[in-house]
């Protein structure tokens, strides 16, 4: 007996000790290190016609799924900072009616600040042509804005175009845009494996498995979305329609339009259409756009980084009454 009483108050004290030892010494929860990262932001009035607040670094906040993160800097694109580089890309498959839209392009090129670097290039099958490297002669780089060819091949896909375009591009420590003239249809892989016979619903027998014949949103926009977010560049766009009788489909025209708008969202930037028509003019689009320039910022911020270099997505929001932050959906963040 006095051995079980020895032995359940040695028990005791045990678990007192163990006790003890957890209060005296809780764990700690490690903070992973963090990592400087920086984006463009684009700071617009809520309503059209409001006035554009001002950005400060204690009225931005940032946040990586629920973690708040600290902001460093809240940087105008203006004065010193206020470089860009602008590439303007151009579908060749566009239908010729866009000729009297290209003065509207080269007005504003001519009108664009000495800050302002620009770029003129065309795709096509999968790919780019530059018909004008980055200049800050800007009646320079307005030469460089031809006629599109208007010519269409099964090798048209403007978001490969965009992803060759991107990779290609030297990075620099400034603003990089592109504005993309495009229907956004892809010929190349934007058709769906959708069997024709779902009005029947059931395959008639002996009849042979059916092609593809219905268009729908690239497999490509996901992938120019995230290598344009993986490289900081912002891209907005116009919708022209094509040249021929796909132009007139507005079944692929509306899955174009969906892939464009996707990217330009995802990317901070903004898709301008009207419907499925061509604009009158380009006028009032490049307007907003020249705004959406003169209003951004750079933004400074501590992220949390996985064990791999890769995109996080983040929120940007303000505390600014009547404001609406333009942003990309992710940033890169390296590995610790």
Same mark, same amino acid.
């Given at each position: 007996? +006095?051995?079980? &009483? $020895?032995?359940?108050?040695?028990?005791?004290?045990? /678990?007192?000790?163990? #006790?003890?030892?957890?209060?005296?010494?809780?764990?700690?929860?490690?903070?992973?290190?963090?990592?400087?990262?920086?984006?463009?932001?684009?700071?617009?009035?809520?309503?059209?016609?409001? @006035?554009?607040?001002?950005?400060?670094?204690?009225?931005?906040?940032? +946040?990586?799924?629920?973690?708040?993160? +600290?902001? =460093?800097?809240?940087?105008?694109?203006?004065?010193?900072?206020?470089?860009?580089?602008?590439?303007?890309?151009?579908? =060749?498959?566009?239908?010729?009616?866009?000729?009297?839209?290209?003065?509207?392009?080269?007005?504003?090129?001519?009108?664009?600040?000495?800050?302002?670097?620009?770029?003129?290039?065309?795709?096509?099958?999968?790919?780019?042509?530059?018909?004008?490297?980055?200049?800050? =002669?800007?009646?320079?780089?307005? +030469?460089?804005?031809?006629? !599109?060819?208007?010519?269409?091949?099964?090798?048209?896909?403007?978001? #490969?175009? #965009?992803?060759?375009?991107?990779?290609?591009?030297?990075?620099? &420590?400034?603003?990089?845009?592109?504005?993309?003239?495009?229907?956004? $249809?892809?010929?190349?892989?934007?058709?769906?494996?959708?069997?024709?016979?779902?009005?029947?619903?059931?395959? !008639? &027998?002996?009849?042979?498995?059916?092609?593809?014949?219905?268009?729908?949103?690239?497999?490509?926009?996901?992938?120019?979305?995230?290598? /344009?977010?993986?490289?900081?560049?912002?891209?907005?766009?116009?919708?022209?329609?094509?040249?021929?009788?796909?132009?007139?489909?507005?079944?692929?025209?509306?899955?174009?339009?969906?892939?464009?708008?996707?990217?330009?969202?995802?990317?901070?930037?903004?898709? %301008?259409? #009207?419907?499925?028509?061509? @604009?009158?003019?380009? &006028?009032?689009?490049?307007?907003?756009?020249?705004?959406? %320039?003169?209003?951004?910022?750079y933004l400074e911020f501590q992220a949390v980084p996985a064990k791999k270099d890769g995109l996080q997505r983040v929120d940007i929001s303000t505390s600014v009454?009547?404001?609406?932050?333009?942003?990309?959906?992710?940033?890169?963040?390296?590995?610790?």
């Amino acid at each position: 007996m +006095k051995a079980n &009483k $020895m032995a359940g108050g040695l028990f005791s004290a045990i /678990c007192v000790l163990a #006790l003890s030892a957890r209060i005296a010494h809780p764990q700690v929860k490690v903070t992973p290190s963090l990592v400087q990262v920086h984006m463009v932001i684009t700071d617009q009035p809520f309503t059209e016609n409001g @006035e554009i607040p001002v950005l400060m670094e204690q009225n931005v906040m940032v +946040k990586q799924g629920e973690n708040a993160l +600290k902001v =460093d800097q809240v940087i105008p694109a203006r004065g010193d900072n206020a470089a860009l580089q602008l590439l303007i890309l151009i579908d =060749d498959t566009i239908d010729s009616h866009i000729g009297s839209n290209l003065n509207d392009i080269r007005d504003f090129v001519n009108a664009q600040p000495a800050s302002t670097g620009v770029g003129i290039a065309y795709m096509s099958n999968a790919s780019f042509r530059i018909t004008q490297n980055f200049t800050d =002669d800007h009646a320079l780089a307005a +030469k460089g804005v031809r006629m !599109p060819i208007g010519r269409v091949s099964t090798m048209d896909s403007p978001y #490969l175009s #965009l992803i060759n375009l991107v990779k290609s591009w030297p990075q620099q &420590k400034v603003r990089r845009e592109v504005l993309m003239i495009s229907d956004g $249809m892809d010929l190349l892989r934007g058709r769906s494996s959708s069997p024709t016979y779902t009005t029947l619903g059931f395959r !008639p &027998k002996n009849m042979p498995s059916p092609r593809t014949t219905m268009p729908s949103i690239s497999p490509d926009v996901d992938s120019a979305s995230a290598i /344009c977010q993986r490289y900081g560049v912002i891209v907005h766009s116009i919708y022209a329609t094509r040249a021929g009788r796909r132009g007139r489909n507005a079944w692929e025209a509306q899955m174009g339009q969906s892939g464009i708008a996707q990217i330009a969202d995802e990317t901070g930037g903004e898709y %301008f259409s #009207l419907g499925l028509s061509n @604009e009158v003019s380009f &006028k009032p689009y490049l307007d907003r756009l020249q705004n959406i %320039f003169n209003n951004q910022y750079y933004l400074e911020f501590q992220a949390v980084p996985a064990k791999k270099d890769g995109l996080q997505r983040v929120d940007i929001s303000t505390s600014v009454l009547d404001a609406d932050i333009g942003s990309a959906d992710s940033v890169w963040v390296a590995s610790k």
